[in-house]
Nanobody, 120 residues
């Protein structure tokens, strides 16, 4: 089994910053891509940012220049630094990881979600 535990969500005023963390634990051989998704009320879950094991990154257009994703492979942890937050960033943020449990078996792991609320 693999567990992803997120932390760092909360309430912040518009223009403020938050840093999300997500630590993976359990039966992990290696982790490929890791990412952050978000789901606002009444909307579909969307990709916010992703990072490969080699450090290549990808961002949703709506967060480019404001959010930065990074990871610590030694700690199996991914971070999301969120700056210049806007009310439209309010959502539940989910961590995702493509985890290789063995050489031949991989699974798509999800965290439980952490709420980010940005007040105007």
């Amino acid at each position: 089994q693999v567990q992803l535990v997120e932390s760092g969500g909360g309430l912040v005023q518009a223009g403020g910053s938050l840093r999300l963390s997500c630590a993976a634990s359990g039966s992990i051989f290696s982790i490929n891509a890791m990412g952050w998704y978000r789901q606002a009320p009444g909307k579909q879950r969307e990709l916010v940012a992703a990072i490969t094991s080699g450090g290549s990154t990808d961002y949703a257009d709506s967060v480019k220049g404001r959010f930065t994703i990074s990871r610590d492979n030694a700690k199996n942890t991914v971070y999301l630094q969120m700056n210049s937050l806007k009310p439209e960033d309010t959502a539940v943020y989910y961590c995702n990881a493509d985890v290789r449990v063995t050489l031949v078996y991989a699974l798509d792991a999800w965290g439980q979600g952490t709420l980010v609320t940005v007040s105007s």
